[in-house]
């Protein structure tokens, strides 16, 4: 099993920086990825990184201003948010998978709890 622990998330202006931090306890995974839910929608893809090669992947929307990396060893999962906009605004959340297209939810069994993450303009 894979256990994961989102922190970091809190309210910022517009413009401001913010970094997700993602705790993983468990067996390894293929890859690992950020979704984000606005209110009253489906978690939708942010980032993901591959845990064997280290290649990365971003929505068009965050491209250039958000950075997926991870740790040495293994155990912490980051997401270093810049200039961020009030339409960033959701709930964060990061998640685990083995197989799949690493951009849909389907393809990730363990999730965090999420985080919430607040953008005033």
């Known amino acids: 099993q894979v256990r994961l622990v989102e922190s970091g998330g809190g309210s910022v202006q517009a413009g401001d920086s913010l970094r997700l931090s993602c705790a993983i306890s468990g067996r390894t995974v293929n890859f690992m990825g950020w979704f984000r839910q606005f209110p009253g929608k489906e978690r939708e893809f942010v980032a993901a990184?591959?845990?064997?090669?280290?290649?990365?992947g971003y929505t068009a929307s965050v491209k250039g201003r958000f950075t997926i990396s991870r740790d040495n060893a293994k155990i912490t999962l980051y997401l270093q948010m810049n200039s961020l906009k009030s339409e960033d605004t959701a709930i964060y959340f990061c998640?685990?998978?083995?197989?799949?297209?690493?951009?849909?939810?389907?393809?990730?069994?363990?999730w965090g709890q999420g985080t919430q993450v607040t953008v005033s303009s």
């Open positions: 990184i591959s845990d064997v090669s280290g290649y990365t």
């Open positions: 998640a685990a998978g083995d197989y799949g297209t690493w951009s849909l939810p389907t393809s990730y069994p363990y």
